[in-house]
C-alpha cells in the first residue's frame, strides 16, 4: 500500500469526496486498519475467492497468505467502525464455482456485505475469454467510468480497476489537481474517445454501476 494512502484519505474527507480501497487483504493488517479508520475511509472492498485455503492457493499463486488475509479480516471485525462499510468481493471462476455461498455465510458472520462477479475479459488482459469487440462501446456506455475515480498505489489516475498495467493514465495525483482529473474524464467522454480496455470490456459491474446510481 502507498506510504501516503492515509494522508490522501483524509484530504478527499476535507472536501467531502468518498473514499474507498480494494485489496487482496493480506497487507490489511491492524496497524494499517487502524490507520486508515481513522483517515476517515469510508469503505473498503477485500478479494474473497474461497474458503478453501489449497483452492485460494491455486486461484491467487504467492500473491496471496490464507491465513493472514483471515486474521485481517477477523481483526477488522472486531474493531470496525458503524460507518465503515466492509464488501468482500466474489469472482466466479473454474475454480471456485460452487464457493459463494460458502463466503456470503462468512461475510454475513462478519457482518460484511458481498458482491458476485463472473469471470470477465479484464478489458482485454484475460485472453482465456477473447475480447469483446464493440465498435460503438465507449466510456459512455458504463456506469463505472464516470462515477468512480480510481488511483494506483503510485498515484495514476486510470480509467477503472481492469486496467492493471495502467495504460491508459488520465493524470496523477502527485502533480494533477482534483478538477484536472475530472476535466479529463469528462473530455475523454465527450469526445467518446475509444479506450481499448472499454472496446474489450466484458464486466458485467459496469452495467452494475449504472443501474445502481443513487
Request: glycine share 6%; with cysteine.
Amino acid at each position: 500500500m502507498n506510504k501516503n494512502l492515509s494522508s490522501y484519505i483524509k484530504k478527499l474527507k476535507e472536501r467531502d469526496i468518498s473514499s474507498c480501497i480494494i485489496t487482496n487483504g493480506v497487507l490489511l493488517t491492524p496497524e494499517k486498519q487502524k490507520d486508515l479508520i481513522e483517515s476517515g475511509l469510508d469503505q473498503i472492498q477485500i478479494s474473497y475467492l474461497t474458503t478453501n485455503k489449497n483452492r485460494y492457493s491455486e486461484i491467487v499463486g504467492n500473491k496471496g497468505n490464507f491465513e493472514t488475509l483471515n486474521c485481517n479480516l477477523q481483526h477488522l471485525f472486531e474493531i470496525r467502525p458503524s460507518g465503515l462499510r466492509v464488501r468482500l468481493n466474489f469472482l466466479d471462476t473454474d475454480f471456485n464455482t460452487r464457493d459463494f455461498h460458502k463466503v456470503k455465510e462468512i461475510a454475513d458472520n462478519w457482518g460484511f456485505d458481498t458482491f458476485y462477479r463472473r469471470e470477465h475479459s479484464r478489458g482485454g488482459s484475460n485472453l482465456k475469454l477473447g475480447y469483446y469487440h464493440d465498435s460503438f462501446d465507449s466510456c459512455l456506455r458504463c456506469g463505472t467510468f464516470p462515477s468512480v475515480h480510481f488511483i494506483t498505489t503510485d498515484g495514476n489516475v486510470v480509467p477503472c480497476c481492469n486496467d492493471t498495467r495502467a495504460e491508459n493514465i488520465l493524470g496523477n495525483i502527485t502533480y494533477f489537481d482534483y478538477e484536472s482529473v475530472v476535466k479529463n474524464k469528462l473530455k475523454v467522454m465527450l469526445d467518446k474517445y475509444e479506450l481499448n480496455i472499454c472496446k474489450n470490456c466484458t464486466d458485467d459491474y459496469r452495467w452494475y454501476t449504472l443501474l445502481k446510481v443513487k
